[in-house]
């Protein structure tokens, strides 16, 4: 069963690293850093360094099944995953638990080998994996030599040889499949991961990172996947945020040094520590944050004649999730000074600040992130400038710029306008139907934009967004606390009508 608190629950089930650099140890570790509450099924304890693995003891089955029954029929999971299952007996107790208990989020890493060569897993496991855990797998992240040995030795030497792999396995019952591409040219700048959904493949490519700590590094991204999706990310964001957080590991990892032979780890707590460039104490963005999107207009305040910080004091309380600061005639002195003062309002009650287009005021101001155009900074660049952690919100009007910018790092879609707006009187309308389209296309929350109000919102809620963005419905009103309340009221009961109709 799931959870029944928001926190989310996730549970590797795995080899003890004596180390602690790979297996359990490190996907706690990683469980903690990305948000999540880890707990642990040991199904086998090594006795293993930073020169590799000196022994493996295997826990019996049953001891396997009391530790799943004690976790699964108290505690509660939202995402499970797999690691190192060392005979075909743990597979088949695993599969027939995870069945039992209907655990819907499952992710498997193939664990096989150990980095240093060593066999972790008997010959007759991958053939077991392939008939009992992988049609119940949500996603499968094997890397290349894991990938040749499920799909019959074959050889995998070149991005298409990876494509085609994802999806070979992937027809074994995955519903996601992330082929790894560490392994190829590890001289080359650039490392490629290919993942296919049974609809399209895409393509994870960043910068290699030249560091020894490299050990733990699958259990690491896999433990990240799983707590991405405990968090009610689909599988194509919990890969793409998971790649960004282990890319990120690596590089704050790169200077240590634990051991005398060559698995050197990664150090998780790097990444909960404070580090140059962070926003501290900025919550988790979640498509909850969207349901109420507050964007400010100056125009609107001098009519009211509200101050800004007051308009969006007013906002906030009437329940808007997330703010964008909207200021088009202001230098950046004063931006960041207003920026800062809007900061001190939403940050302690966990709202989101987002800058429109400036993302030089967002750096500087040290907001949550920012939402840019078309005609603004590319989004990848704007990605590249602010990082891993940050929000990034695009505005899109086709499905092909709404997959343009899910690729390019987007956490969010703001799409419109689906109505006729004064506030940009310039801006083609989309439609419910347009609308409906782009929030289609891709796997990220899209935000409706462009004439939306509190009698409105909730047929962009059924065509699938995750909430409505307002200006003048907001800002350019009597009281701000009063539309944004009604603005929420119609998302929040919008949401439940969509899921009753989906159940």
């Given at each position: 069963?799931?959870?029944?608190?928001?926190?989310?629950?996730?549970?590797?089930?795995?080899?003890?690293?004596?180390?602690?650099?790979?297996?359990?140890?490190?996907?706690?570790?990683?469980?903690?850093?990305?948000?999540?509450?880890?707990?642990?099924?040991?199904?086998?304890?090594?006795?293993?360094?930073?020169?590799?693995?000196?022994?493996?003891?295997?826990?019996?089955?049953?001891?396997?099944?009391?530790?799943?029954?004690?976790?699964?029929?108290?505690?509660?999971?939202?995402?499970?995953?797999?690691?190192?299952?060392?005979?075909?007996?743990?597979?088949?107790?695993?599969?027939?638990?995870?069945?039992?208990?209907?655990?819907?989020?499952?992710?498997?890493?193939?664990?096989?080998?150990?980095?240093?060569?060593?066999?972790?897993?008997?010959?007759?496991?991958?053939?077991?994996?392939?008939?009992?855990?992988?049609?119940?797998?949500?996603?499968?992240?094997?890397?290349?030599?894991?990938?040749?040995?499920?799909?019959?030795?074959?050889?995998?030497?070149?991005?298409?040889?990876?494509?085609?792999?994802?999806?070979?396995?992937?027809?074994?019952?995955?519903?996601?499949?992330?082929?790894?591409?560490?392994?190829?040219?590890?001289?080359?700048?650039?490392?490629?991961?290919?993942?296919?959904?049974?609809?399209?493949?895409?393509?994870?490519?960043?910068?290699?990172?030249?560091?020894?700590?490299?050990?733990?590094?699958?259990?690491?991204?896999?433990?990240?996947?799983?707590?991405?999706?405990?968090?009610?990310?689909?599988?194509?964001?919990?890969?793409?945020?998971?790649?960004?957080?282990?890319?990120?590991?690596?590089?704050?990892?790169?200077?240590?040094?634990?051991?005398?032979?060559?698995?050197?780890?990664?150090?998780?707590?790097?990444?909960?520590?404070?580090?140059?460039g962070d926003a501290a104490a900025r919550s988790p963005f979640d498509a909850a944050s969207l349901r109420c999107y507050a964007v400010t207009d100056p125009n609107c305040n001098a009519k009211c004649g509200r101050s800004l910080r007051k308009a969006v004091?007013?906002?906030?309380?009437?329940?808007?999730?997330?703010?964008?600061?909207?200021?088009?005639?202001?230098?950046?002195?004063?931006?960041?000074?207003?920026?800062?003062?809007?900061?001190?309002?939403?940050?302690?009650?966990?709202?989101?600040?987002?800058?429109?287009?400036?993302?030089?005021v967002a750096l500087a101001a040290g907001v949550d992130g920012v939402h840019v155009g078309q005609e603004d900074i590319a989004c990848a660049d704007v990605r590249a400038m602010l990082g891993p952690d940050k929000i990034i919100g695009v505005s899109v009007?086709?499905?092909?710029?709404?997959?343009?910018?899910?690729?390019?790092?987007?956490?969010?879609?703001?799409?419109?306008?689906?109505?006729?707006?004064?506030?940009?009187?310039?801006?083609?309308?989309?439609?419910?139907?347009?609308?409906?389209?782009?929030?289609?296309?891709?796997?990220?929350?899209?935000?409706?934009?462009?004439?939306?109000?509190?009698?409105?919102?909730?047929?962009?809620?059924?065509?699938g967004c995750a909430g409505g963005a307002l200006v003048s419905a907001i800002f350019g009103v009597d009281s701000p606390a009063t539309a944004a309340k009604a603005v929420l009221d119609a998302v929040d009961k919008a949401l439940v009508e969509r899921q009753?109709?989906?159940?």
């Open positions: 069963g799931a959870s029944t608190t928001a926190l989310p629950m996730v549970l590797t089930v795995a080899g003890s690293d004596s180390g602690g650099g790979a297996g359990i140890q490190a996907d706690l570790k990683t469980m903690l850093a990305c948000g999540g509450f880890g707990m642990s099924v040991v199904t086998s304890v090594t006795a293993q360094n930073s020169q590799g693995v000196q022994g493996v003891h295997v826990v019996p089955c049953e001891m396997v099944a009391q530790q799943l029954d004690s976790v699964l029929g108290d505690l509660g999971v939202d995402c499970l995953k797999t690691g190192m299952l060392p005979t075909p007996e743990t597979v088949r107790t695993v599969s027939q638990k995870l069945r039992q208990y209907g655990i819907s989020k499952v992710v498997v890493d193939p664990v096989l080998v150990s980095t240093s060569g060593c066999s972790l897993a008997e010959s007759e496991v991958a053939a077991v994996l392939k008939a009992e855990l992988l049609p119940l797998c949500t996603v499968l992240t094997p890397n290349l030599p894991e990938a040749a040995a499920l799909l019959e030795g074959r050889d995998i030497r070149s991005v298409p040889d990876m494509e085609q792999a994802a999806k070979d396995l992937h027809a074994l019952g995955p519903a996601a499949v992330l082929v790894k591409g560490g392994h190829l040219s590890d001289g080359a700048e650039e490392v490629v991961d290919v993942m296919y959904d049974g609809e399209r493949v895409t393509h994870f490519s960043g910068p290699r990172v030249c560091t020894s700590n490299t050990h733990g590094t699958g259990c690491t991204l896999s433990s990240a996947i799983a707590t991405n999706l405990a968090q009610g990310l689909s599988p194509k964001e919990a890969v793409r945020r998971s790649k960004a957080f282990i890319t990120e590991l690596l590089k704050r990892s790169s200077q240590i040094t634990v051991g005398s032979g060559p698995q050197w780890p990664m150090h998780h707590a790097k990444m909960v520590e404070p580090h140059p004091e007013l906002a906030i309380q009437g329940g808007a999730t997330i703010v964008q600061l909207r200021e088009k005639n202001i230098d950046g002195v004063d931006f960041v000074a207003a920026a800062r003062t809007i900061l001190e309002i939403a940050r302690p009650l966990g709202i989101p600040v987002l800058i429109n287009d400036r993302v030089d009007k086709t499905p092909e710029e709404a997959v343009k910018a899910m690729q390019d790092g987007a956490d969010y879609l703001g799409s419109g306008a689906v109505y006729p707006t004064s506030t940009k009187a310039d801006s083609s309308v989309i439609g419910l139907e347009g609308l409906r389209h782009v929030c289609e296309a891709v796997d990220i929350p899209v935000v409706s934009i462009g004439g939306v109000n509190a009698s409105n919102v909730a047929e962009t809620i059924k065509v009753s109709d989906s159940s």
